[in-house]
């Protein structure tokens, strides 16, 4: 058994948080980190584009897994072509009660209501600023801090864009946790849309451009679809993006875990078919204007590629590592290939949408 492996197991062995936090100070020591990682196929490379974000590979890294900008240099060197550090909020925050981080290993799945704990801006900055060299892209998901409420709550992104703006490649607003209360409600129409001028104003006042993305929810039904887009498109040219979509709500009746009845965000395997099915209907109503990542229930280069073909210019992950592991991304860039080669496509850009 690997070092590697050998830690692997042993960390499943913990509480699902105090596993993960265990995991972050392996990977800031170095602890079964890859020393060098073997340059990716030109055939897997991506530009996005709208954004024009160049990615060596379209396996991403999303938020919440290095939640203070502490690992993504290790994360890279996994093979991931983002990593996407975050929700950092404006000021700290101890986050929700514990326990709010549950296994639910007889689903493939994972619910959380860790409710945006995180350092702050001040430390996350600092650790983006001081960042080295990195072969992919390196993304930053702001929030609002829980006891902010109106035209405060809308502030914090402005303020938390403004501040990770110069040391990142590309910036996501969160409005989709479910665990922070009243945060998806500025997925409705006219808080959405106050919400991106304010944004767009912060941006303006930046001397670089960024890629901005837009993270929401898969619990949406078509009416709710057709208010994003309709706001989103007022807002082309600051928004390049949407990331769809983060955690649900929902409990599918086929959950077997004894944890399936925790409140929070609903992770994994389940959502997969849910949020492919948004990430779709997203793509059939923009038509190439945005950019669209996807995520949500990725375990394997067949789950990547379903998403692709329901027109996703990349993907992103993070529960599937806790079952699957951290050579994940390189087994999922493996596969891809071997999934391109079948339906003759030399490039991946060319199974984008494929299936819509």
């Avoid at 550090?85 to 290993?105: H, I, M």
């Avoid at 394997?300 to 990349?314: C, E, F, L, T, V």
Wanted: charged content about 20%.
């Amino acid at each position: 058994m690997s070092l590697t492996n050998l830690g692997v197991s042993l960390v499943k062995r913990l509480p699902a948080e105090r596993a993960h936090t265990a995991t972050i100070r392996a990977l800031k020591l170095g602890l079964g980190v890859p020393m060098t990682t073997k340059p990716d196929p030109d055939s897997l490379s991506v530009t996005l584009p709208i954004s024009g974000l160049k990615l060596p590979n379209p396996v991403g890294l999303a938020a919440g897994f290095d939640k203070n900008a502490e690992a993504f240099g290790p994360m890279f060197k996994f093979g991931f072509g983002m990593v996407e550090c975050g929700t950092v909020t404006p000021k700290p925050q101890a986050g929700n009660p514990k326990p709010r981080l549950f296994r639910l290993t007889e689903d493939r799945a994972v619910i959380n209501r860790m409710g945006f704990n995180n350092e702050g801006l001040g430390p996350f900055v600092r650790r983006l600023k001081n960042a080295g060299p990195h072969t992919g892209a390196l993304g930053a998901n702001v929030g609002a801090n829980k006891t902010s409420e109106g035209q405060d709550r809308l502030k914090d992104y402005a303020l938390g864009l403004s501040a990770v703006w110069p040391y990142c490649d590309y910036l996501t607003i969160n409005i989709s946790s479910p665990n922070t209360p009243g945060l998806r409600g500025l997925q409705n129409k006219s808080e959405l849309a106050d919400l991106l001028k304010l944004c767009r104003l912060a941006a303006d006042k930046q001397e670089s451009t960024r890629p901005v993305f837009l993270k929401v929810a898969p619990d949406l039904d078509s009416e709710a679809i057709a208010d994003i887009i309709t706001v989103v498109k007022d807002a082309r040219g600051f928004l390049t993006g949407l990331i769809i979509s983060n955690t649900t709500i929902a409990r599918p009746e086929t959950l077997q875990s004894a944890h399936k009845g925790e409140g929070g965000g609903l992770s994994g395997a389940p959502l997969l078919a849910p949020s492919t099915e948004v990430l779709a209907a997203f793509a059939r109503s923009l038509d190439g204007t945005f950019d669209l990542i996807g995520a949500g229930g990725i375990a394997s280069a067949a789950d990547a590629y379903a998403k692709i073909r329901a027109g996703a210019n990349a993907v992103q992950l993070y529960s599937a590592l806790v079952y699957e592991g951290p050579n994940l991304a390189q087994n999922i860039k493996h596969d891809l290939l071997h999934l391109m080669k079948q339906d003759s496509h030399t490039k991946i850009t060319e199974a984008v949408g494929a299936a819509l």
